[in-house]
C-alpha cells in the first residue's frame, strides 16, 4: 500500500515511536490521526503536524469506539492502523512483601495486550466495509507493536513480556482471520529504542544499555520504528509475522 493520501490511525501518538510514526507517515502524505490517553500532549502534538489528535484510553471500549468514530468523521475509514501504545512496569512475581498484587499484573495486560485488540477489532470492522484497493486487492495494513521481552523476558518483566507475548500470539492468528478481506497483520518486536521510557533512566544505565546491543552499538532512533512501518505498508508480502528491530540484542535475565 502506498500510504499517500491514505487515513491512518497511530496510538500511543503522544511520545516516543507512536509521535515518530505519527510525524514521518504525515510527511510521507498520510491523513494521520494520533490516538493517545494523555489528550493535551497529543493535541499538541497533532496541531504541531497540521494533524487530527484525539484522546483515547485503548483499552476502554466506548473511548477507542469514540476515538474510531471521530477519525472516520475527520479522515475517512483507516487503511492503516498502527498500535503504539504501552506501558512498562517493573515487579517480580513473589517479591520482597510477597506476591505481586494481581491488580498490577492486570492492568499492564489491560493497556498492552486488549488494548491492542480493541484497537485491531474496531478498525479492521472500518477496514473490511471499505472497496478493495488495485491492483492487488488489499483492504488495510495493521502493525503492532510487542518486545523483545516477548521472547526473553527479563527478571521483574512477568506482566510486560506476558502481554507482548500474547501480542506475538494474535499476530498470524488475526492475519489468518483477516486474509479473505485483504486486511494484513504485521508485528514489530523493538529491541532498545531512544524513547521517553528509556531515556528517563539514568545516563550510566542508558550507556551500558547502548553497549549491549551487537551492532549497531547503539539505542534505536524512533525514526528506524517509523520505517519501518512505511516498509511493511508498502511491501504486500509481510503479513503474519514479528519483525525484531534490534540490533541483534538478546535480552539478559537481568
Ligand atoms: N522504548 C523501547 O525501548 C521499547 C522497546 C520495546 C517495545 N516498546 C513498545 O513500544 C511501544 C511504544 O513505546 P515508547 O517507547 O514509544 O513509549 P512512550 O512511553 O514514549 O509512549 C507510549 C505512549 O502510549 C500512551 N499510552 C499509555 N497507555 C495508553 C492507553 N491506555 N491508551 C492510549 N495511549 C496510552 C502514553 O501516554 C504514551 O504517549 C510500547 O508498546 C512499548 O511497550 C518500547
Not at 525484531?244 to 540484542?249: F, M, P, Y
Amino acid at each position: 500500500m502506498n500510504i499517500e493520501g491514505q487515513s491512518v490511525i497511530v496510538t500511543g501518538a503522544a511520545s516516543g515511536m507512536g509521535a515518530a510514526t505519527a510525524q514521518y507517515l504525515t510527511k510521507a502524505g498520510a491523513r494521520v490521526a494520533l490516538l493517545d490517553l494523555n489528550s493535551d500532549q497529543v493535541e499538541e502534538k497533532a496541531a504541531e503536524l497540521g494533524a487530527v489528535g484525539v484522546g483515547c484510553d485503548v483499552s476502554d471500549s466506548d473511548s477507542a469506539s469514540a476515538a474510531v468514530a471521530a477519525v472516520v468523521s475527520a479522515n475517512g475509514p483507516p487503511r492503516v492502523l498502527v498500535n503504539c501504545a504501552g506501558i512498562a512496569t517493573g515487579e517480580r512475581i513473589v517479591g520482597r512483601d510477597g506476591p505481586m498484587p494481581l491488580e498490577n499484573f492486570s492492568r499492564v495486560i489491560n493497556v498492552n495486550l486488549i488494548g491492542t485488540f480493541n484497537m485491531i477489532r474496531l478498525v479492521a470492522n472500518e477496514m473490511f466495509a471499505q472497496e478493495p484497493m488495485e491492483p492487488g486487492g488489499e483492504r488495510g495494513v495493521i502493525v503492532n507493536t510487542a518486545s523483545v521481552a516477548a521472547y526473553e523476558g527479563q527478571i521483574g518483566q512477568a506482566a510486560y513480556a506476558a502481554s507482548k507475548g500474547g501480542v506475538v500470539a494474535l499476530t498470524i492468528q488475526a492475519a489468518r482471520e483477516f486474509a479473505s478481506k485483504g486486511v494484513r497483520v504485521m508485528t514489530i518486536a523493538p529491541g532498545l529504542i531512544a524513547t521517553p521510557m528509556l531515556m528517563g533512566m539514568p545516563q550510566e544505565v542508558q550507556d551500558s544499555l547502548a553497549a549491549s546491543v551487537p551492532f549497531p552499538q547503539r539505542l534505536g532512533d524512533p525514526v528506524e520504528y517509523a520505517r519501518l512501518v512505511e516498509h511493511i505498508c508498502q511491501n504486500e508480502m509481510l503479513n503474519g509475522d514479528v519483525i525484531r528491530l534490534d540490533g541483534a540484542i538478546r535480552l539478559a535475565p537481568r
